[in-house]
Every structure is written in structure tokens, then in C-alpha cells.
């Protein structure tokens, strides 16, 4: 099965297993660990809701605090506000930026472009790679929340919530990793590519936590990936084709626009 897969992909998944399983690990044992802690939170219901309360509006507003104590609101803010997110960011503005600045900075770009393929398929067959490494850790992480909120006794969460969450960070990340491989391969220059996609990302995770607090802000709330992601409260309200579609579009453009980027590009190394 594998000999029949182009060997850019079997390559890149070989050049991100190591990263891939590390990245895994993490997010499993995160995920565990807070589920953990959520049995304490339920015995003392009114106690930590009491404190919840008491915390500045601004704070609640930012990390989606209200109903803490239910199992929808506890996972929402202490994994899906910002904790995930920002792993599933941070893998695609990896992967995304390396693509193919990594291989201009090793020196390796003129050998790779040798092979008897279009520069598209060389883009492509990594971006399969790339894809699909990052739908293996949405289906981890699916898994693991399923198991942790049967073991935490979370019956108010949903398998179908959890799908819906787990699938919208993965698209998230897809948007930055598209931000990544489209500067990388228009720069050559991996630092420039993170950079770039982590400073967007911050701007959206900002304006997608201050929105509800400023009224100035609020209209632009539409147009940040974060508010596509996860605006729709997932984990109570299942599926937002639209919010879905927006990522998955705003993804497939930055990565059509990374094709012809690269395409221009005089790789000199």
C-alpha cells in the first residue's frame, strides 16, 4: 500500500513522525490531565462556580467561562479557548513553514526539484503529507476526549461535540499552516514563515477574545478563523457547515496561492 503512494509524501511522513508522535504525546497527556481534574470541579460544584463568578467579566468573556462546572463548559475553556488551538497552530505553522523553505535553507531545494515532477506535485505531495499528519492528531485527540469524558463522568458531552471540536482544530490549524506554506514558499525563509503565521494567529486569538468586551471590535469577530472555529460552541451545538466551510475555503486559497508562489519562485540554493 505504501509502495503505491508518492514517495514525497512517504518521505514527509517520514521527516515528521518523530515531531508528529511528540506532538501527540503531549496532546494526550494535556488532555488527560485536565479531564482529571474535572471530577474535583463537579464535587464542588457550588464552590467553584462561586469562585467562577467572582472573576473579573473580561476574564470569563475571554476564556468562555460561563457554566464552568457543566462538562461542555469545563472542556471549552480549560482545553478548546485557547490550550488546543494553539497546539494544532503550532504543528501547522511547523509543518506548513518547512515545507519547502526548510528544504531552500538545508540546500537540499535543487536536488528535490531535479526529480522528474512538476514543482505542483512537489508542493502537493507534501501538502498531503502535511494534511493528513494533522487529521491522524484530530482523531487522537477525538479518541482521547472520548475515553476521558466517559472516565471523568462527563455525560452531558457528546461523541458528535467532541468530533465537531476536534475537526474544527484540525481545520484551524490547517488555515496557518496554508499562512505558513504560502510565505515559506514565496520567501524561502522558514523564520519568516513562522513569524508571519504566529503574528496572524495572535491577532486573530486576540480579536476573537476581546470582540465580545469591545464594541468597536465586535463586526470583525465574522472574520477571525478563531470565530469560525469555535463560535459556534461546538460541543453544545454540533456543526456549523458554514463557520467549516469558511476554514476548509480560507485553507484550499492559501494553499492554491502557495502552489503559484512557488511556481514563481527562483530557487537559487
Known sequence: MVALLPALTVKTWRDHWRALLGWSAGLAALSAMELSVYPSVRSTAAGAGQFVNSLPEALKTMFRMSDYTSGPGFIGAELFSFTIPLVFIAVGTSFGSGATALEEERGTADLLLTLPITRSRV??????????????LGLLLWLVLLVGVHAAGMSDVGGGGLAVASLSSVLLGWVYAGVGLLVGAWSGKRSIAVGTAVTLAIAAFVLYSLGPLVHGLRPWLRVTPFQWAFGNDPLRNGLSVGYLALLLATSVVFFGLSVLAFNRRDITA
Open 123 to 136: 508542493l502537493l505531495e507534501k501538502l498531503v503529507a502535511l494534511l493528513s499528519d494533522m487529521l491522524v
